[in-house]
């Protein structure tokens, strides 16, 4: 059983582009995020929800955005992709928002043409 | 701001080896967790150590905190080819609308 589940786990797309890339945990866990990763492996906050309650939003594009239909699900939709928005997009969830182990998913790989 | 430093960027080591990686960070924290990524997966959990211990022991995995120092070390004993992946420190400011910040990593090989 797959914890935090990702989907899809590899996206290639054209500029100008919208996608979506959606999570869900079965962890019934209170606190999801997303977290980019560049190319240099560096991982960055972008956005967490508590029960579906948007809690942080780092300094990302308004053409992210995140939507939490319940506590389970957090998915991260985005508009007229951009070349620099190439990255691994991971989802996370934690039972404590802000505190304790984050459990991840395998990450989507967003390629932008 | 980014809160941790790890260091070095990359390791190489043969098996049987120990690897040491550091952490530096800069403001208080709650807890520190170091985390593991293979390549092309997601991190996994490793070891968390609360700001009021000082050293934290799982398996081959040791964890030392400096807080005065705003220092962590991750040492993996007698590593494993299956080592191979990338380290992350995490801080925890323990504060609500707060996240797990991340350092750089640091990409450990360990060849047979």
């Known amino acids: 059983d797959t914890a935090v589940s990702q989907t899809p786990k590899y996206l290639v797309t054209q500029m100008g582009n919208d996608k979506s890339i959606k999570c869900e945990q079965n962890l019934g866990h209170d606190t999801m995020y997303w977290y980019k990763q560049d190319s240099k492996k560096f991982l960055k906050i ?43 997009y991971f989802c996370a969830s934690s039972p404590v928002q802000g505190r304790g182990e984050l459990f991840f998913g395998e990450g989507s790989r967003l390629t932008v043409l | 701001s980014q809160q941790g430093e790890e260091d070095p960027q990359a390791l190489s080591i043969q098996e049987g080896e120990n690897a040491t990686m550091n952490c530096s960070y800069k403001t208080s924290i709650n807890n520190l967790q170091w985390y593991r ?32 120092k705003k220092s962590s070390s991750l040492l993996i004993t007698a590593s494993r080819a299956a080592d191979t992946a990338s380290y992350f420190c995490a801080t925890d400011a323990g504060q609500a609308g707060t996240a797990l910040i991340f350092g750089k990593g640091t990409t450990l090989s360990v060849s047979s």
Request: proline fraction near 4%; glycine fraction near 6%; charged fraction near 25%.
């Open chain 1, 46 to 88: 972008m956005f967490s929800y508590n029960n579906k309650e948007l809690i942080i939003n780092e300094t990302v594009p308004n053409r992210f955005s995140p939507k939490s239909p319940d506590k389970a699900h957090l998915n991260l939709h985005i508009n007229s992709l951009e070349l620099g928005d190439s990255a691994v």
């Open chain 2, 37 to 68: 990524q293979n390549s092309g997966r997601g991190l996994v959990h490793l070891i968390l150590i609360r700001s009021n211990e000082r050293e934290k022991h799982s398996g081959r995995l040791r964890v030392t905190l400096d807080t005065s």
